[in-house]
């Protein structure tokens, strides 16, 4: 037979038990908490990373607080673009990367008409010449026109991303190019200064084999960002930063397809073109 001062021993022993199960879960909640934040910020760069996103976002903790904590409330403001023109994103793929064909001592630049209004673009094929090669082509072949630029972060990192004419944020042009200039003295103390011209990748911030992952989706930064030099840059922005900051105004908005945020204007590249000067 149990006596009393068992039995309050035993109960007390119970207590403590469950009370250390609860610690042990708020620790383990908490921790999660700050992995996916971390987590949303880095994969929100990531080009055909849909799987890293899914992971990033998925809890089965307070999913309100953790949403709430990355992404920022819908904007109201009206959408600033016209129409995107009449026509359909590029379905075609390729094998592998294209051979070189650019002059690495010429100077290319790129225009972006979009619903927006005109973006210029100044690439760098000395510096990143797989990059830019790569970058021509694809806009000789007409895969950047009619697609959406998916996504917008405008909290902590200040960038548009572009590129995926599927609009998932998991398009690719079907081949990978390596990581170049990621020692690029503009990149002081690990920021992106504005203007900056940088490729999305799927780099995980740990295994080498998840490098040179690079494919057709780039970014654009309207707003010196904090990020490690992991993305290659290839070029800046010449004309349209007004764009760019009329786009971030319009604000964005959570998007579970691509598993960041997407801007609320329509931002279309209705035509993408090479030239030189």
Not at 102 to 112: E, H, I, N, R
Not at 244 to 269: C, E, F, Y
Request: charged share 25%.
């Amino acid at each position: 037979m149990v006596s009393k001062d068992q039995r309050r021993r035993q109960l007390a022993r119970e207590k403590f038990e469950r009370q250390q199960q609860r610690r042990s879960a708020a620790q383990q909640k908490s921790k999660r908490r700050n992995v996916i934040i971390a987590s949303a910020l880095a994969v929100v760069l990531a080009a055909g990373a849909a799987a890293y996103a899914t992971a990033g976002l998925a809890d089965g903790g307070d999913r309100k607080s953790d949403r709430a904590a990355v992404d920022p409330a819908p904007s109201t403001a009206p959408d600033p673009c016209a129409e995107p023109a009449k026509g359909a994103p590029s379905k075609e793929t390729w094998k592998k990367e294209p051979a070189m064909s650019v002059d690495t001592a010429a100077s290319y630049t790129a225009k972006l008409a979009t619903t927006c209004g005109e973006i210029r673009l100044k690439l760098d094929a000395a510096k990143a010449p797989h990059t830019v090669n790569s970058f021509a082509f694809l806009a000789g072949k007409h895969f950047f026109d009619h697609s959406r630029c998916h996504r917008l972060v405008d909290q902590n990192i200040y960038v548009l991303q572009c590129g995926d004419p599927t609009g998932t944020g998991a398009g690719s042009p079907g081949y990978t190019i390596p990581d170049e200039n990621l020692k690029d003295p503009r990149l002081k103390g690990g920021v992106y200064p504005a203007g900056t011209v940088a490729m999305a990748n799927s780099y995980d911030g740990q295994h080498d084999k998840t490098r040179n992952s690079g494919g057709s989706q780039f970014f654009l930064v309207y707003q010196d960002s904090k990020l490690p030099p992991n993305y290659t840059p290839f070029g800046t922005v010449t004309g349209g930063m007004d764009v760019l900051k009329k786009i971030a105004a319009a604000g964005s908005k959570p998007d579970p397809k691509i598993g960041s945020t997407a801007p609320n204007a329509t931002v279309v590249i209705n035509e993408a073109t090479i030239g030189t000067s």
